[in-house]
Protein backbone atom coordinates (compact mmCIF):
# COMPACT_ATOMS: atom_id res chain seq x y z
CA UNK A 1 0.00 0.00 0.00
CA UNK A 2 1.13 3.70 -0.76
CA UNK A 3 1.54 5.15 2.47
CA UNK A 4 1.51 8.94 1.25
CA UNK A 5 -0.86 8.20 -1.12
CA UNK A 6 -3.89 7.08 0.74
CA UNK A 7 -2.37 9.95 3.72
CA UNK A 8 -3.08 12.61 0.82
CA UNK A 9 -6.08 10.88 -0.20
CA UNK A 10 -7.58 11.18 2.98
CA UNK A 11 -6.37 14.56 3.88
CA UNK A 12 -8.34 15.90 0.68
CA UNK A 13 -11.73 13.76 2.24
CA UNK A 14 -10.88 15.85 5.53
CA UNK A 15 -10.87 18.81 3.65
CA UNK A 16 -13.37 18.62 1.67
CA UNK A 17 -15.89 17.41 4.08
CA UNK A 18 -15.48 20.68 6.24
CA UNK A 19 -16.67 22.78 2.36
CA UNK A 20 -19.19 20.35 2.24
CA UNK A 21 -22.76 19.93 3.52
CA UNK A 22 -22.99 16.57 2.45
CA UNK A 23 -21.00 14.23 0.32
CA UNK A 24 -21.66 10.67 -0.25
CA UNK A 25 -18.51 7.92 -0.27
CA UNK A 26 -19.95 7.35 -4.22
CA UNK A 27 -18.92 11.28 -4.72
CA UNK A 28 -15.72 11.00 -3.30
CA UNK A 29 -15.02 7.34 -4.95
CA UNK A 30 -15.31 9.00 -8.35
CA UNK A 31 -12.92 12.39 -7.26
CA UNK A 32 -10.41 10.09 -5.83
CA UNK A 33 -10.64 7.06 -8.57
CA UNK A 34 -10.82 4.72 -5.76
CA UNK A 35 -13.45 2.09 -4.95
CA UNK A 36 -16.58 3.16 -2.60
CA UNK A 37 -14.92 0.20 -0.21
CA UNK A 38 -11.76 2.22 0.33
CA UNK A 39 -13.67 5.53 0.84
CA UNK A 40 -15.48 3.76 3.70
CA UNK A 41 -12.49 2.50 5.11
CA UNK A 42 -10.85 6.08 5.02
CA UNK A 43 -13.78 7.60 6.53
CA UNK A 44 -13.33 5.04 9.17
CA UNK A 45 -10.07 6.25 9.49
CA UNK A 46 -11.08 9.94 9.99
CA UNK A 47 -13.70 8.39 12.40
CA UNK A 48 -11.21 6.55 14.54
CA UNK A 49 -8.37 9.93 14.70
CA UNK A 50 -11.13 11.42 16.71
CA UNK A 51 -12.77 13.59 13.65
CA UNK A 52 -16.82 13.71 14.19
CA UNK A 53 -18.18 12.82 11.16
CA UNK A 54 -21.95 12.13 10.91
CA UNK A 55 -23.26 9.60 8.74
CA UNK A 56 -22.54 5.87 7.75
CA UNK A 57 -22.16 3.70 4.63
CA UNK A 58 -24.96 4.01 2.36
CA UNK A 59 -25.67 7.49 3.04
CA UNK A 60 -24.40 11.08 3.13
CA UNK A 61 -21.27 12.37 5.26
CA UNK A 62 -21.09 15.60 7.23
CA UNK A 63 -18.36 17.02 9.72
CA UNK A 64 -19.84 18.54 13.02
CA UNK A 65 -20.76 22.14 12.01
CA UNK A 66 -17.98 24.68 13.63
CA UNK A 67 -15.07 21.81 13.66
CA UNK A 68 -11.93 23.16 12.12
CA UNK A 69 -8.55 22.34 12.32
CA UNK A 70 -6.07 25.51 12.07
CA UNK A 71 -4.99 26.83 8.74
CA UNK A 72 -2.83 24.28 6.50
CA UNK A 73 0.32 25.99 5.03
CA UNK A 74 -0.13 26.72 0.94
CA UNK A 75 2.29 24.85 -1.19
CA UNK A 76 4.01 26.88 -3.70
CA UNK A 77 2.31 25.15 -6.71
CA UNK A 78 -1.25 26.23 -4.78
CA UNK A 79 -0.21 29.76 -4.41
CA UNK A 80 0.77 30.11 -7.70
CA UNK A 81 -3.18 28.87 -8.94
CA UNK A 82 -4.09 31.94 -6.69
CA UNK A 83 -2.42 34.64 -9.28
CA UNK A 84 -4.08 32.64 -12.45
CA UNK A 85 -7.40 32.72 -10.86
CA UNK A 86 -6.80 36.15 -9.72
CA UNK A 87 -6.40 37.57 -13.31
CA UNK A 88 -9.03 35.51 -14.73
CA UNK A 89 -11.66 36.22 -12.51
CA UNK A 90 -10.83 39.90 -12.86
CA UNK A 91 -11.15 39.31 -16.92
CA UNK A 92 -13.90 37.52 -16.95
CA UNK A 93 -16.25 38.17 -14.00
CA UNK A 94 -18.02 41.57 -13.59
CA UNK A 95 -16.70 44.46 -11.39
CA UNK A 96 -18.54 43.55 -8.20
CA UNK A 97 -17.78 39.84 -8.20
CA UNK A 98 -13.98 40.77 -9.21
CA UNK A 99 -14.15 43.21 -5.97
CA UNK A 100 -15.24 40.63 -3.64
CA UNK A 101 -12.84 38.32 -5.19
CA UNK A 102 -9.81 40.77 -4.66
CA UNK A 103 -10.74 40.65 -0.86
CA UNK A 104 -11.42 37.60 -0.17
CA UNK A 105 -7.50 36.93 -2.29
CA UNK A 106 -5.96 39.30 0.32
CA UNK A 107 -6.84 37.10 3.11
CA UNK A 108 -5.65 33.98 1.28
CA UNK A 109 -2.35 35.89 0.30
CA UNK A 110 -1.91 36.71 4.15
CA UNK A 111 -1.56 32.97 5.00
CA UNK A 112 1.02 33.05 2.56
CA UNK A 113 5.17 32.37 3.44
CA UNK A 114 7.29 35.39 2.30
CA UNK A 115 9.53 33.38 0.13
CA UNK A 116 5.37 32.31 -1.48
CA UNK A 117 4.64 35.83 -1.69
CA UNK A 118 8.01 36.75 -3.00
CA UNK A 119 7.67 33.89 -5.68
CA UNK A 120 3.92 35.17 -6.60
CA UNK A 121 5.34 39.23 -6.71
CA UNK A 122 7.69 37.85 -9.49
CA UNK A 123 5.91 35.88 -11.44
CA UNK A 124 2.78 38.58 -11.81
CA UNK A 125 3.99 40.13 -15.10
CA UNK A 126 4.64 36.77 -16.75
CA UNK A 127 0.83 35.86 -16.57
CA UNK A 128 -1.00 37.76 -19.16
CA UNK A 129 -4.58 37.66 -20.47
CA UNK A 130 -4.53 39.08 -24.13
CA UNK A 131 -8.33 38.38 -24.95
CA UNK A 132 -9.56 42.00 -25.07
CA UNK A 133 -13.18 40.86 -25.14
CA UNK A 134 -15.53 41.57 -22.02
CA UNK A 135 -19.14 39.98 -22.00
CA UNK A 136 -20.50 41.92 -19.55
CA UNK A 137 -22.31 44.87 -19.42
CA UNK A 138 -19.96 47.99 -17.74
CA UNK A 139 -23.07 49.71 -16.66
CA UNK A 140 -24.17 46.93 -14.74
CA UNK A 141 -21.00 46.11 -12.09
CA UNK A 142 -23.23 43.64 -10.20
CA UNK A 143 -25.14 42.02 -12.97
CA UNK A 144 -23.95 38.34 -12.36
CA UNK A 145 -23.63 39.37 -8.55
CA UNK A 146 -27.56 39.63 -8.51
CA UNK A 147 -27.45 36.66 -10.52
CA UNK A 148 -25.88 34.29 -8.63
CA UNK A 149 -27.73 35.97 -5.07
CA UNK A 150 -31.05 35.27 -7.15
CA UNK A 151 -29.88 31.30 -7.90
CA UNK A 152 -29.02 30.82 -4.44
CA UNK A 153 -31.87 32.75 -2.55
CA UNK A 154 -34.65 31.69 -4.94
CA UNK A 155 -35.39 35.10 -5.73
CA UNK A 156 -36.83 36.22 -8.94
CA UNK A 157 -35.48 39.30 -11.10
CA UNK A 158 -36.58 41.68 -12.70
CA UNK A 159 -34.44 42.46 -16.19
CA UNK A 160 -34.94 44.82 -19.22
CA UNK A 161 -33.18 42.69 -21.89
CA UNK A 162 -31.99 44.28 -25.66
CA UNK A 163 -32.56 41.54 -28.08
CA UNK A 164 -30.35 41.64 -31.01
CA UNK A 165 -32.71 42.21 -33.86
CA UNK A 166 -34.26 45.32 -31.88
CA UNK A 167 -33.34 48.57 -30.29
CA UNK A 168 -36.17 48.30 -27.85
CA UNK A 169 -35.62 46.43 -24.56
CA UNK A 170 -37.92 44.07 -23.21
CA UNK A 171 -39.07 43.77 -19.56
CA UNK A 172 -39.15 40.40 -17.95
CA UNK A 173 -39.56 38.53 -14.96
CA UNK A 174 -37.14 35.79 -14.63
CA UNK A 175 -36.34 33.35 -12.36
CA UNK A 176 -32.18 32.49 -12.81
CA UNK A 177 -31.33 28.32 -12.44
CA UNK A 178 -27.60 28.85 -13.57
CA UNK A 179 -24.80 30.87 -15.19
CA UNK A 180 -22.31 29.70 -17.47
CA UNK A 181 -20.07 30.37 -20.28
CA UNK A 182 -20.41 29.27 -24.04
CA UNK A 183 -18.27 30.76 -26.92
CA UNK A 184 -16.80 34.28 -25.63
CA UNK A 185 -20.13 35.07 -23.70
CA UNK A 186 -21.99 34.52 -20.37
CA UNK A 187 -25.48 33.43 -19.83
CA UNK A 188 -28.17 32.75 -17.61
CA UNK A 189 -30.72 30.04 -18.31
CA UNK A 190 -33.62 30.82 -16.31
CA UNK A 191 -37.59 30.58 -16.08
CA UNK A 192 -39.29 33.43 -18.06
CA UNK A 193 -43.13 34.67 -16.49
CA UNK A 194 -43.76 36.28 -18.99
CA UNK A 195 -43.35 33.38 -21.89
CA UNK A 196 -43.89 30.63 -19.26
CA UNK A 197 -40.73 28.90 -20.78
CA UNK A 198 -37.02 28.55 -20.07
CA UNK A 199 -35.33 31.02 -21.55
CA UNK A 200 -31.20 31.62 -21.93
CA UNK A 201 -30.30 35.18 -21.96
CA UNK A 202 -27.02 37.36 -23.00
CA UNK A 203 -25.30 39.31 -19.92
CA UNK A 204 -24.01 41.45 -21.86
CA UNK A 205 -27.62 42.36 -23.54
CA UNK A 206 -28.75 42.91 -20.35
CA UNK A 207 -29.46 46.80 -19.71
CA UNK A 208 -31.04 46.75 -15.91
CA UNK A 209 -30.94 44.18 -13.53
CA UNK A 210 -32.62 44.19 -9.74
CA UNK A 211 -33.56 41.96 -7.38
CA UNK A 212 -37.26 41.28 -6.61
CA UNK A 213 -38.60 40.25 -3.25
CA UNK A 214 -40.90 37.60 -4.20
CA UNK A 215 -39.53 33.81 -4.23
CA UNK A 216 -39.54 31.47 -7.74
CA UNK A 217 -43.15 30.05 -8.47
CA UNK A 218 -42.36 26.59 -9.13
CA UNK A 219 -39.41 24.16 -8.41
CA UNK A 220 -36.90 23.96 -10.97
CA UNK A 221 -34.16 21.23 -12.19
CA UNK A 222 -30.40 21.62 -12.28
CA UNK A 223 -28.92 23.44 -14.78
CA UNK A 224 -27.18 20.55 -16.21
CA UNK A 225 -30.78 19.67 -16.86
CA UNK A 226 -31.33 22.26 -19.24
CA UNK A 227 -28.50 22.50 -20.62
CA UNK A 228 -28.47 18.50 -21.56
CA UNK A 229 -32.01 19.53 -23.00
CA UNK A 230 -30.67 22.71 -25.07
CA UNK A 231 -27.51 20.26 -26.84
CA UNK A 232 -30.16 17.23 -28.01
CA UNK A 233 -31.96 20.26 -30.31
CA UNK A 234 -31.91 19.19 -33.68
CA UNK A 235 -28.75 20.10 -35.01
CA UNK A 236 -26.88 20.20 -38.85
CA UNK A 237 -23.75 18.95 -39.63
CA UNK A 238 -21.93 21.16 -41.70
CA UNK A 239 -18.94 20.50 -43.57
CA UNK A 240 -16.51 23.00 -44.71
CA UNK A 241 -12.95 23.50 -46.48
CA UNK A 242 -10.72 26.20 -45.51
CA UNK A 243 -7.02 27.33 -46.87
CA UNK A 244 -4.53 25.80 -44.60
CA UNK A 245 -2.99 29.25 -44.10
CA UNK A 246 -5.82 31.20 -42.39
CA UNK A 247 -7.81 28.06 -41.04
CA UNK A 248 -5.90 29.08 -37.24
CA UNK A 249 -7.14 32.37 -37.26
CA UNK A 250 -11.19 29.96 -36.53
CA UNK A 251 -9.68 28.43 -33.46
CA UNK A 252 -11.44 31.32 -31.10
CA UNK A 253 -15.03 31.71 -32.60
CA UNK A 254 -15.41 27.84 -34.02
CA UNK A 255 -16.49 26.17 -31.13
CA UNK A 256 -19.40 29.01 -30.72
CA UNK A 257 -21.01 27.10 -33.91
CA UNK A 258 -21.03 23.71 -33.01
CA UNK A 259 -17.09 22.42 -33.98
CA UNK A 260 -16.54 19.39 -33.61
CA UNK A 261 -13.10 18.13 -35.43
CA UNK A 262 -10.70 19.09 -38.05
CA UNK A 263 -8.21 16.76 -40.52
CA UNK A 264 -6.13 18.33 -42.97
CA UNK A 265 -7.04 18.13 -46.49
CA UNK A 266 -4.60 18.61 -49.02
CA UNK A 267 -3.72 22.05 -48.82
CA UNK A 268 -7.04 22.69 -46.96
CA UNK A 269 -8.29 22.12 -43.53
CA UNK A 270 -11.49 20.35 -43.43
CA UNK A 271 -13.73 21.31 -40.53
CA UNK A 272 -16.60 19.54 -39.12
CA UNK A 273 -19.69 21.39 -37.38
CA UNK A 274 -22.84 20.20 -35.48
CA UNK A 275 -24.97 23.17 -35.75
CA UNK A 276 -28.07 24.77 -35.05
CA UNK A 277 -28.46 28.31 -37.02
CA UNK A 278 -27.13 26.93 -40.27
CA UNK A 279 -29.13 29.06 -42.30
CA UNK A 280 -28.26 32.72 -39.96
CA UNK A 281 -25.50 32.59 -37.60
CA UNK A 282 -23.22 29.89 -39.54
CA UNK A 283 -23.93 31.15 -42.97
CA UNK A 284 -23.24 35.16 -41.74
CA UNK A 285 -19.66 34.03 -39.52
CA UNK A 286 -18.88 31.78 -42.91
CA UNK A 287 -19.05 35.00 -44.54
CA UNK A 288 -15.96 36.72 -42.96
CA UNK A 289 -13.72 34.00 -44.55
CA UNK A 290 -15.58 32.62 -47.63
CA UNK A 291 -13.66 34.03 -50.04
CA UNK A 292 -10.65 31.40 -48.35
CA UNK A 293 -13.40 28.47 -47.81
CA UNK A 294 -15.73 26.26 -49.54
CA UNK A 295 -18.71 25.01 -48.23
CA UNK A 296 -19.09 20.88 -48.89
CA UNK A 297 -22.50 20.38 -47.33
CA UNK A 298 -25.20 20.78 -46.63
CA UNK A 299 -26.73 22.61 -49.71
CA UNK A 300 -28.72 25.06 -47.47
CA UNK A 301 -25.94 26.98 -46.06
CA UNK A 302 -24.54 27.73 -49.74
CA UNK A 303 -28.24 29.13 -50.47
CA UNK A 304 -28.02 30.67 -47.51
CA UNK A 305 -24.91 32.61 -48.10
CA UNK A 306 -26.03 33.35 -51.85
CA UNK A 307 -29.36 34.89 -50.92
CA UNK A 308 -27.01 37.30 -47.78
CA UNK A 309 -24.39 38.20 -50.70
CA UNK A 310 -27.09 39.07 -53.01
CA UNK A 311 -29.11 41.15 -50.21
CA UNK A 312 -25.60 43.11 -49.77
CA UNK A 313 -24.92 43.69 -53.26
CA UNK A 314 -28.35 45.12 -53.71
CA UNK A 315 -27.68 47.61 -50.54
CA UNK A 316 -24.43 48.68 -52.50
CA UNK A 317 -26.55 50.17 -55.47
Request: proline content about 3%.
Amino acid sequence: MDIKKRFDRILSIFLHLQTKKEVTASQLAEKHKVSVRTIYRDIQALITAGVPINGEAGSGYSMLIDYKLPAMPFTREEALSFLAAEKLVNRYTDRYLSENFQSALIKMKALLRFSEKQHLEDANPLLMIQNQTNSFNEKLPQGLSILLESIVSKSCVHIHYLKPTTTEVDRRVIEPIGAFVEGRFWYVMAFCQLRQDYRQFRLDRIQHIQLASNSFSRTHQDLAFYLKQKDEVPKTRVVIRVDGHIAHYLHWDRHQYGFVEERKVGDEVEMLFDCVNVEEAFARWFMMFGDNARIMQPSKLKYAVKRILRNSLDRLD
